[in-house]
C-alpha cells in the first residue's frame, strides 16, 4: 500500500497537474483545486461552474453531468481509471536547476586590488574607472560588515558613471556583480515616472533586486542596483506640464539613495491589492546610475572656454574641441548645468568617467577578455575541427570600421558577424579544410580569407566574395 502511494507522490511530483475541464496545465492555468480521486481543476474553470449554476438557478447535480463532470456529488463510488488524466497527454513538469547557492562573504571581501584585477580580465582599459568602483565597492560592503558596531557612520558610496555609449558602462556593473556574487538589478531611468502615473514606480528598482535575489529580501539589501540612462531623467529645460518622468523621479529616488525602508511588491513591478508585499530597506544597497550624458562636453567646453578666455590665460577658443576625454574633467557644476539637481547629486558623492575607446582598445576587446568574440570564434569551429586565425590587419580594420560607427564597442560584434557568415556557411562544406585565416584584405573586401587544407601548407584560394 505504501509502495502505491510512493509512486503515485513521485508521479505528481514530475508530472503537472492538468485541469480536468480546460485541459490545460498547471504552469499555465495557475493553482490547481485538488478533487477526490486525483482530479484537479483550474480555478478559472471552478470558478466559470458555480457562476453558471449561480446565474442558471439549475440544480448542482444537472450542471455536473452537463459540463461533463465526474459526478461530484457521490465521491465515494468513483472510479479512478475512468477520470485520470491519459498517459499521453501528460506533461513533465520542467526541472527546476538548483542554483548553487552563491553569496558574498561579508567579512571576507576581496581587497580593492583583487577586485580590480578581477575586472581587468574581462574590461578592457578603463583603468580609472575600475580603480574608483573596486576602492568604492570595497568601502561599501566594509560599511555594510561593519553595520552599527561602527562608531562614525559611514557615508554610502554610491556612484554616478558618466560615459560614451559602448563604453562598458553597463558590461563593467555586470561584470563587477557577477564576481562579487551579489544580485544585481538594472534598471532603465527612462521607463521610471512618479508614482501613479503611466509607467514604472521609482519603487520598482528595487521589486526587481529582489527578484534577482530569488526574494531573499536579506540579500537583497546587499545588492547593486544599476540604474541605466540616468541623464534622461535630466531636468527639463523649458516645460509649463509637470515633469513626471524628470526631475519629479529625480525627487523621488533621494530617500531610496540615502536608504529607507519602503515596501514592494513580490513578483511583480506595482503594487495592486493582489500581491504579496515586503518592506525592504535600501540602507545597505549599493546605487550606481550611468548614463552616457550627451552634449555634457558641450557644458564642459563652454566652462573651459569661459575659464580661459580672461587675462593671460586666454586660450584658443577651439582648444578643447579635439580632446576626446572631455567628459573626465566634468565637475558637479557642469552636471546641475545638464539638468540633474542639487540633492540628487549629492547623493550619489563617487563620480567619475569612462574614456573614449581608442582603436587600440577595441582590438583588444575582440582579442583579450575571458570571454572575447574571437575566441567565441575560434572555440565555434575548433569544434568542427577547424583553425581559425585572425590577421593582425584584419583586426585593425574592423576597429577602424568599428571606430566610425561611434557606437563603442558594440559596434563590433555586428561587424565580425557579417564577415563571419560567409566563413560560417562555407566551411562545414569541405571537411579538409583545416585552417582559415582572416585578412585585411578580406576585411576590406580587396581579397579572400587564406584556407589552408589539412596536412597542406599551400594556401588556396576559395572564397570568392568580395
Ligand atoms: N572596456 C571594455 N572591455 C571589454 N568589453 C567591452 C568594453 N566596453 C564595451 N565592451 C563590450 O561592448 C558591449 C557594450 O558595452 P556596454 O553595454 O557596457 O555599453 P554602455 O557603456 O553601457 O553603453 P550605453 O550607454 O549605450 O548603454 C559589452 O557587452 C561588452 O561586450
Ligand atoms: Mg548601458
Known amino acids: 500500500m505504501s509502495e502505491n502511494n510512493d509512486t503515485i507522490n513521485n508521479q505528481e511530483e514530475e508530472y503537472e497537474k492538468i485541469c480536468y475541464i480546460c485541459r490545460r496545465p498547471e504552469s499555465k492555468a495557475g493553482k490547481m483545486i485538488a478533487m477526490p480521486g486525483n482530479v484537479y481543476v483550474c480555478q478559472d474553470c471552478l470558478q466559470k461552474t458555480f457562476d453558471t449554476i449561480n446565474n442558471s438557478g439549475m440544480n448542482y447535480d444537472d450542471m455536473m453531468k452537463m459540463s461533463g463532470?465526474?459526478?461530484?456529488?457521490?465521491?465515494?463510488?468513483?472510479?479512478?481509471?475512468?477520470?485520470d488524466i491519459p498517459e499521453n497527454q501528460k506533461i513533465k513538469k520542467k526541472k527546476k536547476v538548483k542554483k548553487p547557492e552563491e553569496k558574498l562573504d561579508l567579512r571576507n571581501i576581496p581587497a580593492p586590488h583583487e577586485i580590480k584585477h578581477m575586472l581587468d580580465e574581462y574590461v578592457v582599459g578603463q583603468d580609472y574607472a575600475k580603480k574608483v568602483m573596486s576602492v568604492a565597492v570595497y568601502n561599501h560592503y566594509k560599511r555594510v560588515a561593519a553595520g552599527d558596531q561602527a562608531d562614525v557612520e559611514i557615508e554610502k558610496s554610491n556612484m554616478l558613471m558618466i560615459g560614451p555609449t559602448g563604453s562598458g558602462k553597463t558590461y563593467l556593473v555586470k561584470t563587477l556583480a557577477r564576481l562579487l556574487q551579489v544580485p544585481l538589478a538594472i534598471a532603465d531611468a527612462t521607463s521610471l515616472t512618479e508614482a501613479g502615473y503611466i509607467g514604472d514606480d521609482i519603487e520598482s528598482v528595487v521589486s526587481k533586486l529582489l527578484a534577482a535575489a530569488d526574494n531573499d529580501v536579506e540579500r537583497a539589501e546587499h545588492g547593486i542596483i544599476f540604474i541605466d540612462e540616468i541623464d534622461k531623467i535630466a531636468k527639463k529645460k523649458e516645460t509649463r506640464s509637470r515633469d513626471v518622468s524628470g526631475e519629479s523621479v529625480q525627487q523621488g529616488m533621494l530617500k531610496l539613495l540615502e536608504g529607507s525602508?519602503?515596501?514592494?511588491?513580490?513578483?511583480?513591478?506595482?503594487?495592486?491589492?493582489?500581491?504579496?508585499?515586503v518592506t525592504v530597506s535600501t540602507k545597505n544597497i549599493l546605487f550606481i546610475c550611468g548614463g552616457a550624458f550627451p552634449e555634457l562636453d558641450e557644458i564642459i567646453k563652454e566652462r573651459l572656454n569661459q575659464q580661459s578666455s580672461i587675462g593671460f590665460a586666454a586660450d584658443l577658443k577651439d582648444k578643447y574641441d579635439e580632446d576626446p576625454n572631455l567628459l573626465q574633467q566634468v565637475t558637479l557644476?557642469?552636471?546641475?548645468?545638464?539638468?540633474?539637481?542639487?540633492?540628487?547629486?549629492?547623493?550619489?558623492?563617487?563620480?567619475f568617467s569612462l574614456e573614449n575607446l581608442t582603436k587600440d582598445m577595441l582590438v583588444k576587446i575582440m582579442k583579450e577578455p575571458r570571454n572575447a568574440i574571437l575566441k567565441q570564434y575560434e572555440k565555434l569551429l575548433e569544434l568542427d575541427e577547424v583553425k581559425l586565425e585572425f590577421a593582425d590587419d584584419a583586426l585593425e580594420a574592423i576597429a577602424q570600421k568599428a571606430m566610425e560607427k561611434k557606437t563603442g564597442a558594440r559596434a563590433l560584434r555586428s561587424i565580425l558577424e557579417d564577415y563571419m557568415l560567409d566563413i560560417m556557411y562555407e566551411i562545414p562544406k569541405d571537411n579538409n579544410i583545416g585552417t582559415v585565416v582572416i585578412t585585411g584584405d578580406y576585411i576590406k573586401?580587396?581579397?579572400a580569407p587564406v584556407i589552408q587544407m589539412r596536412g597542406m601548407e599551400i594556401p588556396a584560394l576559395t572564397q570568392q566574395n568580395g
Open 69 to 83: 463532470m465526474p459526478n461530484m456529488g457521490m465521491f465515494g463510488n468513483m472510479n479512478y481509471q475512468d477520470i
Open 261 to 277: 525602508d519602503v515596501e514592494v511588491p513580490v513578483g511583480a513591478t506595482s503594487k495592486n491589492a493582489m500581491v504579496p508585499q
Open 333 to 351: 557644476e557642469d552636471l546641475r548645468n545638464f539638468g540633474m539637481i542639487p540633492e540628487f547629486l549629492g547623493r550619489l558623492p563617487i563620480i
Open 445 to 447: 573586401k580587396t581579397g
